[in-house]
């Protein structure tokens, strides 16, 4: 009926009637009257309600609900709890003020009977009030009293209804930032869980692993969850516990989250002290999470695994020390020195256990740190045995001289706290501790190889003669037998054993260690033997020079030794002692080591001398590189080959590894035998300078000295010897190979000037070639000019306006001196493509002049090679013909001339140059710019019909040449005219002797009273009789017209008469006749002072035409006496420029070309005074004039 009843009432008393509240609480009073069981099950829903009524407003219900809680105090049945009814019912009633009091009762009091349902119903409000306290204390008093209730029930299932008011307490409880009501609570959960079993509560170890893992909470309250978590599983059996910690807990140490991690580690905190011997099964799978946390990147994780190790040691490190103390072995060499440090801290408290003490903090040295570090000495002893102690203390020993200072401190606090007598320990644990330091030393790591060392040498140190015996042969041993991590190892060890020892130590077993130093120093890892270097280094440091006489000796008679591998390990030890003591060893064994004649073994040895020497050995080149260059000069390479290959290795070498200082002294000492008197020394000092060249090249140090290389080098172009000039070449392939272009550019006008002072030497010097042909040897072999092109090329392209100038003409200046079959092929082409690709653009006059003369030498020695490329040559050359610069017009018709050879169809060509020197399709401006290029399209176009006409095959090419030249003629412009005339002696030589007639009948016919029409006819009659032959008949008609025109008002036409009258009485039937007929106008021209100097120079011009149609040998004779006295007599006495007109004339009238007949004959028909006058002329102005050229 209870349970039909009670809904009913509980709901009335949420009546906001007082009556109907006063009337529900008196019935669920009268309920403590029921059976035992009816009430158990209705107590826990009651007694609450009753509770709440003390709250109410209305007097009358809170008494009714005063009564109510009394009547069923007095059903309570456990006397202990009757005893104290009054405290728990004012409790009740206020607990603001009575909970502590009641709780501090049912703590005090000892129960003997269990407690029944109405008991139950009484307390449990009252811990619920309590856990909810603020107060720390009230808190744990109701967590304690909650814990152990649950012992004092006869039936556990009375307590079940209330689990759920508890609970939550218990769990907030649990999760306190106070460590004993965190404490407190576990333990009650655990109680909890011993009575009822897990099926009771099967949320709370879901409940709790999800706090261990929740991130929102703090350390504190995961340590609650851990701590309440063992408690629980504890209580739940081994099995549920080796269950959770397999699969549960431990897959959790490497998680992600550091929150889960540090979980993990708090449970490890408790559960070794909760399970006390029931957790050893679980030591080995635990050590691993636990030394793990130890370096965690969060401090918070390795905060907590230091306290569960600490756990761990204090509640089973005695017992279980075999388990624990290889995990913190481990732990001392790990690459972490927050897992030493931590290592060394738990070892330290595992041996302070062991031993009975505990970990001195400070200096360690008082007598009582004393006997208490030698009363735990004995017991580890006892515990550990002898060798486990051996063994742990040289790990201790090892970790004082750790890297990290922290490590460093840890260890020697440790150390003082169960060392009591270092010195007699180290004796002790001796050969433990150096096997252990060999281990490191051998283990690669370079951290853990320099504690090693460190380690050895403060043992050396300490034990000083008492351990160098043992440990020297035990270095040695290792060295010869251990792979290279060892060895290495071993050199540290090594350096570190003597930089600890007393100079006495170090004299004493001086025989010891340096067979150990020259092992290293000789072995063939090149690491090795670098830290065998650092060794010799502290031993010189300690004995100076002893060092060198103990070891050196041994190793030079050892680089004699047929055996090659101990002559590979002698030369090995040399260099390692010069890679640290250089400028002290050099000195002694350079000497030895360039005697010569130099065998292959110490030529080997320079080579690697070299290698580690670079910042002093140049100090000693002016005796190895003569002795080197001297026996590669003695040796041919036929000869000897293996010897030879040795000397140009070290050279190589030398040249590869000096330092940049060096580099001066090297350049210079080569320098000074490249004029050496003998040529294989010339061409051994050629092929050093290829190997400077190429095994600097990466450095680009020796650019500042290239005028020294260059200079040395071009020097060598012109040797007689042909293996000087191969390595010469060699030696420039380098440069051009190794050194960019662009830093050779740099040099390219000090090349040229160069290259032309050795030209003019080669020509003036006594024995030279004067002015005939000269050709530099170096450049006339094959590929010799390969490697200065792209020097030429470089500069014509990309270089500024001088440079381009400069290369320009240094190219055409380099292709005077070589034979056209050298520049044959590909080279010749490799030159023409820049030059015809740069002389269009934006240059400077003076460049293009520069470029169009090296293009007209590569014409002439290019021939038929360059066929392909005269398209674009025509092109070139005529569009120069417009340019503004006189000069690179002059050049570019030069240089047409030059072309036609090559060019097959030439129409064209003479019809663009029609059309331009008649300027239908001028482009330029300005009237004096016409009239400039149109003289130069006509000097071009004479030029281009002289040396192509003849492949003229259309029929109007030539005659529009005439026709044009007759237009001209008649331009008032004199050097059109001029030009103008030359194409018509070219066209009428071409067109034949009808057309010459017909054009002079046409001149002769038509009188023109314009002087400038007149002056064309003139220069055109000289043109025709210069270009056409077998004009006699002409020549009678023609000479009275000239004749007539020598008088005429108009200087040029005079000037012009007086030059065509040569040619014209040079071509009559009898030209001596003719001459003397009309020699009274010569002479009159000549003897008149007050002629223009423009006239006599035409005279001169006219006579030169008509010598040089006279045979040489008739010349004089054709002259006269008379005439030739007025021409010495104007030649003498005359104005400069015509002075050097009529030295042309005697020139050609005495013949000088061919000796000095002309000039005896006509001594012998003049007078003294002219006789002496003559010679002087001859041998100090005619002998220089190398000929004479047409007018």
Not at 360 to 373: F, L, M, P, Y
Request: charged share 20%.
């Amino acid at each position: 009926g209870v349970k039909l009843v009670l809904p009913s009432v509980l709901d009335a008393f949420q009546d906001s009637a007082w009556r109907t509240k006063q009337a529900s609480i008196r019935m669920l009073g009268s309920m403590s009257h029921m059976a035992p069981k009816q009430l158990s099950a209705a107590l826990p829903k009651i007694v609450p309600q009753l509770t709440e009524a003390f709250a109410d407003t209305h007097p009358k219900v809170k008494s009714s609900a005063q009564e109510a809680l009394t009547e069923i105090s007095t059903v309570i049945k456990n006397p202990e709890i009757k005893s104290i009814s009054a405290t728990l019912l004012s409790a009740l009633t206020n607990p603001a003020e009575k909970t502590q009091a009641a709780l501090e009762k049912l703590i005090g009091t000892e129960f003997l009977h269990s407690i029944d349902a109405p008991s139950l119903a009484m307390i449990v409000p009252i811990l619920h009030r309590g856990l909810r306290d603020r107060g720390a204390t009230v808190k744990r008093m109701g967590g304690l009293i909650a814990g152990n209730i649950c012992t004092m029930i006869n039936d556990p299932r009375d307590f079940v209804p209330y689990i759920p008011t508890l609970l939550p307490d218990l769990q907030v409880a649990l999760l306190d930032p106070i460590p004993d009501v965190r404490s407190t609570a576990s333990k009650a959960l655990g109680s909890l869980t011993r009575s009822l079993g897990d099926q009771i509560l099967p949320e709370l170890r879901p409940w709790l692993v999800k706090k261990l893992r929740d991130v929102s909470c703090s350390s504190a309250e995961r340590s609650g969850a851990a701590q309440g978590l063992t408690e629980v599983l504890v209580a739940s059996g081994s099995s549920v516990v080796d269950d959770a910690m397999k699969s549960e807990i431990l897959p959790l140490r490497s998680h992600p989250d550091p929150s889960t991690r540090e979980g993990v580690l708090w449970m490890l905190s408790f559960l070794p002290p909760a399970l006390g011997h029931g957790f050893a099964p679980f030591i080995d799978i635990s050590l691993p999470a636990l030394v793990g946390g130890l370096s965690d990147e969060s401090e918070p994780v390795r905060d907590v695994a230091m306290r569960a190790g600490r756990v761990l040691i204090r509640s089973h490190g005695k017992a279980h020390v075999d388990k624990i103390l290889p995990s913190l072995e481990a732990g001392l060499g790990n690459e972490d020195h927050r897992i030493r440090v931590a290592s060394l801290s738990l070892l330290g408290d595992l041996l302070s256990m062991i031993g009975g003490t505990y970990v001195v903090r400070g200096d360690g040295n008082t007598q009582d740190d004393i006997r208490r570090a030698e009363k735990a000495q004995a017991q580890i002893a006892l515990l550990l045995g002898a060798e486990t102690r051996k063994r742990v203390l040289s790990e201790l020993y090892l970790a004082r001289s750790d890297s990290v200072h922290s490590v460093r401190q840890s260890a020697i606090q440790v150390w003082k706290t169960v060392v009591s007598v270092t010195a007699r320990t180290l004796r002790e644990i001796l050969s433990v501790l150096v096997n252990r330091i060999i281990e490191e030393l051998a283990s690669g790591n370079p951290e853990r190889t320099e504690v090693a060392a460190q380690c050895l040498g403060d043992l050396v140190s300490k034990l000083g003669d008492s351990v160098l015996p043992q440990i020297i042969p035990v270095l040695r041993s290792t060295l010869q037998s251990g792979d290279e991590k060892t060895k290495l190892g071993v050199c540290v060890g090594l350096n570190e054993v003597i930089k600890c020892s007393t100079k006495d130590q170090i004299v004493k077993y001086i025989n010891f260690i340096v067979k150990l130093v020259q092992d290293a120093l000789s072995d063939d890892n090149e690491d090795v033997r670098n830290m065998a270097s650092a060794s010799f280094t502290s031993l010189y440091s300690i004995v100076g020079g002893r060092a060198f006489d103990e070891v050196v000796p041994s190793l030079l008679v050892a680089l004699e030794d047929d055996n090659t591998v101990a002559k590979s390990r002698a030369l090995n030890g040399l260099v390692g002692i010069l890679a640290v003591r250089s400028r002290e060893l050099l000195p002694y064994i350079i000497p030895r080591l360039v005697r010569r004649p130099i065998t292959i073994n110490h030529a080997q040895a320079l080579t690697g001398i070299a290698e580690v020497t670079g910042g002093s050995i140049h100090a000693h080149f002016a005796q190895i590189i003569p002795a080197i260059l001297g026996d590669l000069a003695a040796t041919p390479d036929a000869e000897q080959q293996d010897r030879v290959a040795a000397l140009r290795k070290a050279s190589g070498s030398i040249c590869g590894n000096v330092n940049e200082d060096g580099v001066k002294n090297l350049i210079s000492e080569i320098t000074s035998k490249c004029t050496s008197d003998k040529a294989p020394m010339r061409r051994e000092s050629c092929l050093m300078f290829e190997a400077l060249v190429v095994e600097r090249a990466e450095q680009q140090d020796f650019y500042e000295h290239l005028p020294v290389i260059l200079r040395e080098l071009l020097y060598r172009l012109n040797d007689e010897d042909k293996s000087v000039l191969e390595a010469t070449n060699k030696a420039f392939i380098a440069l051009s190979k190794h050194v960019p272009a662009e830093e050779l550019v740099k040099h390219i006008e000090f090349m040229r000037n160069l290259l032309a002072s050795m030209v003019s030497d080669a020509r003036r010097r006594k024995g030279g070639v004067g002015d005939g042909e000269f050709l530099l040897p170096g450049f006339n072999m094959r590929k010799g000019l390969d490697p200065l092109l792209p020097i030429y090329q470089r500069g014509i392209l990309y270089g500024s306006p001088t440079i381009r100038e400069v290369s320009a003409s240094g190219l055409g200046e380099v292709l005077n001196i070589t034979a056209s079959k050298f520049l044959a092929g590909p080279l010749i082409v490799k030159m023409t493509g820049p030059l015809l690709r740069i002389v269009g653009d934006r240059n400077p006059s003076n460049v293009k002049v520069a470029i169009l003369k090296t293009l007209g030498l590569i014409l002439v020695k290019g021939g038929p090679a360059l066929r392909a490329f005269v398209p674009q040559f025509q092109t070139t050359f005529v569009k120069a013909l417009t340019d503004p610069s006189r000069q690179v017009r002059v050049e570019a018709i030069s240089a047409l001339s030059l072309l036609m050879p090559l060019s097959t169809r030439v129409d064209p060509l003479i019809k663009e140059l029609v059309s331009g020197s008649l300027q239908k399709n001028a482009a330029t401006e300005g009237a004096a710019a016409v009239v400039a290029v149109q003289t130069a399209t006509l000097e071009a176009l004479a030029a281009v019909l002289e040396k192509g006409g003849k492949k003229a095959k259309l029929p109007a090419t030539l005659p529009s040449s005439l026709d044009a030249a007759k237009e001209l003629m008649r331009s008032e412009d004199q050097g059109i005219r001029e030009g103008a005339a030359k194409v018509m002696g070219v066209s009428c030589s071409l067109m034949g002797p009808e057309i010459v007639s017909e054009v002079l009948g046409e001149m002769l016919e038509n009188v023109e009273v314009e002087s400038n029409i007149l002056h064309g006819k003139l220069c055109g009659i000289r043109c025709i009789f210069v270009a056409c032959s077998e004009l006699s008949e002409a020549s009678a008609k023609v000479l009275p017209f000239v004749l007539d025109h020598t008088t005429a008002n108009s200087e040029t036409c005079r000037d012009a008469a007086f030059e065509a009258l040569g040619p014209v009485i040079g071509r009559s039937l009898d030209p001596k006749a003719a001459l003397q007929q009309n020699q009274k106008t010569l002479m009159k021209g000549i003897e008149n002072t007050r002629e223009s100097i423009h006239t006599h120079v035409s005279i001169a011009a006219g006579l030169v035409l008509g010598l040089q149609m006279i045979e040489s040998g008739e010349r004089l004779d054709f002259l006269g006496l008379n005439m030739m006295d007025a021409i010495l007599k104007i030649a003498l006495v005359g104005p400069q420029r015509v002075q050097f007109a009529f030295n042309d004339v005697l020139w050609l009238a005495l013949d000088v070309s061919n000796g000095e007949e002309g000039l005896e004959q006509y001594c012998g028909l003049t007078i003294f005074e002219n006789q002496k006058s003559v010679r002087s002329l001859h041998s100090k102005v005619l002998m220089k004039i190398k000929s004479v050229s047409t007018p």
